[in-house]
Structure formats: C-alpha cells, structure tokens
C-alpha cells in the first residue's frame, strides 16, 4: 500500500503535506481503495475556521459516502474545485492532483497528534489494510 514519507496522517486515513504554517489535506491511497470509484467531493468553503478532526466534507463513491476529517486546526486557504468536475482524480492520484484543501494551521501542536507514515503503515497492517 502506498504510505508517502513526509506526509503526517490520520487514523481516519487524510494525510496532511506541510510547507511553512500550510497543509495540503486528501485522502490516503488506502482510502480511495476502500471506497472504490469516487463519483462525488463535497468540500467546504475558503475561509473556513476548522478545529483539528472536524468533518469538511464529503466524498461519495459506489460503495459509501463518508466524512472527510480536517488533519489540523485552521483556516481554508485554498479548495480544489477541479474535483468538483473530476472527483475520480481522488482515485487517480489521492496524494497529487487529487488533493482536496489547504488549510494555515494555527496550532502547530496540532501535528503531534499525527502519524508518521511508518506508523500509519503499522496502523494499517494491525488493521488488516497493509499489503
């Protein structure tokens, strides 16, 4: 299973890429593939105040519709709308082009909570979702 290095992640399978105070936010490769093929992203608004673990959004496949869960604490910079035409991006690349926000975290602290993906790869493999 595809577990990038330098990304922190979620229990709830987001991953969060930080440069400087701001984080790029999807879904993880094992997420998608859960989920099957993604028809439809509902994502929230620039400006909004997110706390750490709040639901943004949606993201509906064949199989379910879940909550999307904000990595961080802060406010929505930046909204990938291209998913709003091509949701099946998050399938295609869920750690590039499929990317669904970026958020300007205002506790850094924040990121301690995360996981490194070693431990997200460990998390996965006790939940019998490593390969």
Known sequence: ????????????HEWIKMEGNTGRVGITHYAQDQL???????????????????SFGVVESVKAVSDL?????????????????????????????????????????????LLSASEYSAYLKQAGGGH
């Open 1 to 12: 299973m595809d577990v990038p290095e330098g990304l922190k992640y979620t229990r709830e």
């Open 36 to 54: 099957g093929d993604v028809v439809f992203v509902e994502l929230p608004k620039k400006g909004r105040q997110l706390r750490q673990m709040e």
């Open 69 to 113: 869960y904000c990595p961080v604490g802060g406010e929505i910079v930046e909204v990938n709308s291209e998913l709003e035409r091509k949701p099946e991006m998050v399938n295609a690349d869920p750690y590039g082009a499929g990317w669904m926000l970026e958020v300007k975290i205002t506790q850094a602290k924040d990121l301690d909570n």
